[in-house]
């Protein structure tokens, strides 16, 4: 997958090279290009930002610099070595107007050959941008949460760790993705419950028997009521959602 980031701070990516993130790029699986947005500025002070039209406080990102930046940003992605990958990117601009950023949505991101993002700083950017690309690319708006980052640059790194972790050869055992809190199947709507290690006892905290007992059944059943449990005591909003139909009859008695 070919990922390029827009940023006016392209360093604070540094974490994309370590542990997974870092490994999958080692091995070509995640092809990272970041750019200093500012190289698209004409002033000499590489201004970016502007006062908002109709008042207010804070700034606005100029659409003429992401315009000028996301063009030649397209142009040199599709002029790569080897011509990979050709068409369009997914853009993806972080806002907190945005619609949520889910496990869905990283699946959904995960099958794209090219995603570009656009993080913001100040107080957005300028909403032609997204109208314009809107006209020729898939553009979404997506948020990271219910809560308001300085930058957009945090929500793209959550996001492309999210992503990344799904791409085929970059965790090394593939059932930990079917097993995660909010992985479609039998955990959709679930989060994942308890887990343990050796030793057995810890501090007097026993490890619970039936992870113990070998029996696979068992331990299924376990792992299921745990991760109902933890859901409708953290997150009963997941419980009440669309998803209520995929509870079995034991389900609805833990
Ligand atoms: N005034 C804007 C609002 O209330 O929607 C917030 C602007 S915020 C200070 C600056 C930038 O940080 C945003 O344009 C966006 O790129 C990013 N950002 C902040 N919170 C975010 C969130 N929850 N999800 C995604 N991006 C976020």
């Keep these: 997958m070919r990922v390029d980031i827009i940023s006016i701070f392209p360093e604070y990516f540094a974490p994309l090279d370590v542990s997974l993130m870092g490994k999958a790029r080692e091995r070509g699986i995640l092809?990272?290009?970041?750019?200093?947005?500012?190289?698209?500025?004409?002033?000499?002070?590489?201004?970016?930002?502007?006062?908002?039209?109709?008042?207010?406080?804070g700034m606005v990102m100029k659409p003429e610099i992401w315009g000028e930046a996301v063009d030649a940003?397209?142009?040199?992605?599709?002029?790569?070595?080897?011509?990979?990958?050709?068409?369009?990117?997914?853009?993806?601009?972080?806002?907190?107007?945005?619609?949520?950023?889910?496990?869905?949505?990283?699946l959904e991101y995960a099958k794209e050959?090219?995603?570009?993002?656009?993080?913001?700083?100040y107080e957005g950017i300028d909403s032609r941008v997204v109208a314009e690309?809107?006209?020729?690319?898939?553009?979404?708006?997506?948020?990271?949460?219910?809560?308001?980052?300085?930058?957009?640059e945090a929500a793209v790194l959550v996001m492309v760790e999210a992503v990344g972790r799904l791409l085929p050869g970059v965790l090394g055992n593939v059932r930990s993705v079917a097993d995660d809190s909010f992985a479609p199947g039998a955990m959709a709507n679930l989060l994942e419950g308890p887990v343990?290690?050796?030793?057995?006892?810890?501090?007097?905290?026993?490890?619970?028997?039936?992870?113990?007992?070998?029996?696979?059944?068992?331990?299924a059943r376990w792992r299921r009521d745990e991760a109902l449990r933890r859901t409708a005591a953290n997150r009963p909003d997941l419980l009440a959602g669309p998803g209520r139909d995929a509870l079995d009859a034991r389900d609805r008695q833990v």
């Design 31 to 57: 092809d990272i290009h970041l750019h200093q947005l500012r190289d698209w500025a004409h002033d000499v002070h590489k201004t970016v930002d502007d006062t908002p039209y109709g008042g207010g406080p």
């Design 73 to 106: 940003v397209i142009d040199l992605g599709r002029s790569a070595e080897g011509g990979e990958p050709s068409g369009s990117p997914r853009m993806v601009v972080p806002t907190p107007s945005g619609r949520p950023f889910t496990q869905e949505v990283a």
């Design 113 to 121: 050959p090219w995603l570009l993002f656009a993080p913001a700083r």
């Design 133 to 152: 690309y809107g006209t020729r690319l898939r553009v979404d708006e997506v948020s990271i949460g219910d809560y308001v980052l300085a930058g957009g």
């Design 196 to 219: 343990y290690t050796k030793p057995p006892v810890w501090r007097g905290h026993e490890v619970p028997d039936v992870l113990l007992s070998g029996h696979h059944g068992k331990i």
